[in-house]
């Protein structure tokens, strides 16, 4: 049974975790070299207590009890008796295995040593470890409290003994489960891709502004935000960031090439709502409709079939290359990222020939490899078949 959790990293995801994970019942030491983001974590968890109290989401004693299951500690070896460990810390992989080495020192055998990455390779990371089969991904989504959804990525070297408790564990504290192959992006990251990077698309070739893409997908399609929009809620750097690293990964597959209008708002500090203006200017106020005139719906469809159709591929994909089950693929979209519908559950809704059709229509088109309809596409058509999730 883990009881005992030790989160690395005070920022806003090891804090975000370390409230899960102290509201679950665990006893939690949450650890960061500097003191001022251990008081800063500690002050924002106050004020998340008291917002809920207010809500009468809990009472003074279960704002007291989660607040008193939490440590806040300065020194590594204060995680020695943590049943799991769960980093947090920055994407950078030689930093990662540091501190995954030198924690290993201090940890007893059976702790399970996790990483929140959200796209680094897993393998990599556990061989830093002299036990590389106690280490595992689990990665959460940002806020770590609200969001349902968290994935489970095993490393080649994770054992299943490993893998089991990482799953009962995180299940326990009332989260959705995905378990996903350790490959670039795992399910979210990758499969997301074209809902940023078709619609910079369609911008850069002059068919839509920013604002018609986002109200297409928004009005047409149900998702809560469009392209741009979330773009500039999770900055501009971040996003093309991720979309480099990916691009990268996958050994430069022209399906996840970054674009040049973001590279180049990244650069101009055009990083979204953090920086005042992206996409959209935050200083001044903003509109995110259509802009002027009617709403073209004909022209919004247009936009939301060809990036939908791009998004339900990758979905296909990922489930062809099994990188994870159908129903982990659909419940990460839905629960992740908060998708109107899951991508399979959507590709039976339209249908295989729709699908197969609207891909083959794009690389007609464009006679690029960007546009290369999944083979389980095909298949499933020919077979007149259903995902079925």
Request: charged share 30%; aromatic share 10%; proline share 3%.
């Amino acid at each position: 049974m883990i009881k005992k959790v030790g989160i690395i990293g005070g920022g806003t995801m090891g804090s975000g975790i370390a409230q899960v994970a102290a509201t679950a019942g665990c006893s939690v030491k949450l650890y960061d070299t500097k003191t001022e983001a251990l008081e800063k974590a500690k002050a924002d968890l106050e004020k998340i207590m008291d917002r809920l109290l207010e809500k009468g989401k809990i009472n003074s004693e279960e704002k007291q009890r989660i607040q008193n299951n939490i440590k806040y500690v300065n020194s590594l070896k204060e995680l020695k008796d943590s049943d799991l460990t769960i980093e947090a810390i920055v994407e950078n992989l030689e930093i990662k295995k540091n501190v995954f080495s030198t924690l290993e020192k201090f940890v007893g055998d059976d702790c399970i040593i996790a990483s929140n990455t959200s796209s680094l390779s897993i393998a990599s990371i556990a061989s830093s470890l002299q036990k590389p089969e106690r280490c595992i991904g689990i990665h959460f989504f940002n806020p770590a409290p609200l969001m349902k959804l968290v994935e489970v990525i095993p490393a080649i070297q994770t054992s299943e003994e490993t893998l089991k408790n990482s799953v009962e564990i995180i299940k326990n504290w009332n989260k959705t489960v995905a378990v996903a192959k350790d490959t670039p992006g795992f399910i979210v990251n990758r499969v997301a891709r074209p809902f940023y990077g078709e619609a910079l698309r369609i911008y850069e070739e002059g068919f839509a502004s920013f604002a018609e893409i986002d109200s297409a997908m928004k009005e047409i399609g149900g998702f809560r935000m469009g392209p741009f929009e979330l773009m500039d809620f999770i900055g501009n750097d971040v996003n093309y960031t991720v979309t480099e690293t990916v691009f990268e990964a996958f050994y430069y597959d022209p399906r996840y090439k970054p674009s040049f209008t973001q590279k180049r708002f990244a650069e101009a500090g055009y990083l979204g709502r953090k920086s005042g203006k992206g996409y959209y200017n935050y200083s001044d106020g903003v509109s995110l409709s259509a802009g002027e005139g009617d709403f073209d719906s004909e022209k919004a469809e247009q936009i939301f079939n060809r990036i939908l159709v791009m998004l339900i591929n990758e979905a296909a994909d990922a489930l062809f290359w099994n990188i994870a089950s159908a129903e982990d693929i659909d419940n990460a979209m839905t629960k992740g990222v908060n998708y109107p519908k899951g991508l399979l559950a959507w590709a039976d809704e339209k249908g295989m020939d729709w699908c197969v059709k609207k891909m083959d229509e794009l690389y007609d088109e464009y006679h690029e490899d960007r546009y290369r309809c999944s083979p389980l596409l095909r298949r499933m058509n020919k077979g007149g078949l259903r995902f079925g999730v």
